[in-house]
């Protein structure tokens, strides 16, 4: 159900390292890529717990893209498989609750590669254009949860 | 003085808590000598027109066990909401959905499907269960099956939550000496909120094995392993085991006798996600770094969802699966 008037709300998780300074590349040498992504900068992409993905992704985001640096060219030396593992671990998951693939990218871009980095993003909106607005039905809150003053025990056991 | 009032009921659950209730032996005498049972569906006949009929807040304590899988569940978890001061989230059921929650990752057509016309199911008219049905004595009902399971937290408010499936039973025990200085005013209540009757670790915490080289380069179902020693980390054996994610407070029951956690008391403190938590700890001991070698290692989890949200799919942050959730009005 694909809306030509849909923008897709994109969450991306950089790296501190490589992929956030792609995008600060991207951005300094001017070249133009979809708004569509709202970047979010943590130390390593072995930082991103599936459940950053999870919450982004309940909470109304379209898609979430994971972005580190080049196998073998993390700053905390290996972190970046961690992403990896995760990130294949998560899509088989994601499969049973029916979210599709192209939802979650994880992509790799050094900090000399912004134009990639660009391009990776344009690809990534266009796909999740195509699938249409995620919508996730809005997890219902605990009731009330505001910390009431705890009952004497004279009034409770009244 | 009259005793204050007990109540437990069950929604959507196996049974299991109100066997771990009375597994507390003798003890059970002292929950009679302190209270009055005012309602408790398992051990006693009573009516739903009787709690109806109660004041509001009569009901000191209600230790409601199930998850929220029909019409009626919601009504009671309402009813009982209202004529309890304290009501308790009791067992997994309550507090995460539990296996009953496993269910949110198929449709409700589908349930129907699987549960009236498996292969090994008789019923050659294609019998489905109705919410009303009219006979000569006139119309019977059935409490519809709602679209998703939602936990008792998710429906009305909840003063405390006791995890696992089922509790253990010496935890229960120490939840109800807790109670019963209460009614006698030798103790206060603990904060609203709070978990009782469990830890405030992970099961690996509780856990006696060695953990040592903390890599798994294979993981297999328990009835493929050849042999487990009795010593190390069942992880690193290969059983995806759910310690790492879930809290303490069943001494590492499992792990002791050479079963891997499965999750039952749900997520650990501090965590948002059980199994998202899980797929975390797993993911980074996988001892692999090339996809398709991850692959081959991850292929070891059949049933990624069902495993990691074994227990605590209906509180996690998707809660079901999207065409599940898309029925819900």
Redesign the interface.
């Known amino acids: 159900m694909s809306d030509s008037t849909f923008e897709p709300v994109i969450i991306g998780f950089t790296c501190n390292w490589c992929s956030y300074r792609a995008a600060d590349l991207a951005g300094t040498a001017r070249i133009k890529y979809p708004p569509n992504v709202r970047l979010i900068r943590v130390m390593c992409s072995g930082r991103i ?3 950053f ?3 982004a ?2 909470e109304g985001a379209d898609g979430v893209l994971i972005a580190g640096c080049h ?1 073998g060219e993390c700053h905390y030396l ?1 972190q970046n ?2 992403a ?3 990130h ?3 899509q ?2 994601l499969a ?4 599709e693939p192209a939802r979650v990218r994880l992509t790799w871009a050094s900090a000399a590669e912004g134009a990639l980095f660009a391009e990776e993003i344009a690809a990534m909106v266009n796909e999740v254009k195509a699938l249409g607005p995620l919508n ?2 809005a ?2 809150l ?4 505001a ?2 003053e ?5 009034e ?2 009244a | 003085m009259s005793k204050p009032k007990f109540a437990m009921y069950w929604a959507a659950s196996c049974g299991g808590c109100e066997i771990a209730v009375l597994n507390i032996d003798e003890k059970v005498l002292d929950l009679d000598a302190n209270f009055d049972v005012a309602f408790w569906p398992a051990a006693m006949d009573a009516k739903y027109k009787d709690v109806e009929a109660m004041e509001d807040e009569s009901i000191l304590v209600t230790l409601f066990n199930g998850s929220i899988r029909t019409d009626e569940n919601e009504h009671l978890a309402k009813l009982l909401r209202r004529k309890s001061k304290i009501l308790v989230a009791f067992g997994s059921c309550a507090n995460e959905g539990c296996i009953p929650g496993l269910a949110n990752l198929s449709p409700r057509e589908q349930i129907f499907e699987r549960a009236y016309e498996s292969p090994s199911t008789e019923n050659p008219n294609h019998l489905r269960p109705q919410a009303a049905c009219q006979v000569p004595e006139g119309t019977l009902t059935l409490p519809p099956l709602q679209a998703v399971i939602r936990t008792l937290d998710q429906v009305v408010e909840v003063d405390y939550h006791v995890p696992g499936c089922p509790p253990e039973s010496h935890q229960i025990a120490a939840i109800l000496d807790v109670l019963i200085q209460v009614v006698k005013g030798e103790a206060e209540l603990p904060p609203k909120g709070a978990v009782l009757g469990a830890g405030n670790s992970t099961v690996c915490d509780e856990c006696a094995r060695k953990r040592d080289v903390k890599v798994i380069d294979k993981l297999s179902r328990i009835q493929e392993l050849p042999q487990l020693n009795t010593t190390d980390c069942l992880l690193e054996q290969g059983l995806l085991c759910a310690g790492p994610a879930t809290r303490s407070g069943c001494n590492s029951r499992c792990p002791n006798v050479g079963a891997p956690c499965i999750g039952c008391y749900g997520a650990a403190p501090g965590v948002l996600d059980q199994g998202a938590r899980l797929m975390t700890a797993i993911a980074s001991v996988v001892d692999a770094n090339e996809p398709e070698a991850i692959d081959r290692v991850l292929n070891g989890i059949p049933d990624p969802a069902g495993s990691f949200y074994r227990f605590s799919l209906a509180h996690s942050l998707l809660r079901a699966n999207r065409e599940a959730l898309a029925e819900e009005p």
């Not at chain 1, 049973?96 to 979210?99: A, D, S, V």
């Not at chain 1, 605990?142 to 949860?145: D, G, N």
């Open positions: 717990d599936p459940t993905v999870l919450k992704l309940s196998p290996e498989y961690k990896l593992r995760r294949r671990l998560l088989k998951t049973q609750f029916g979210i996730w039905p997890r219902p605990p009731v009330a949860t910390p009431a705890i009952p004497k025990l004279s409770v056991a």
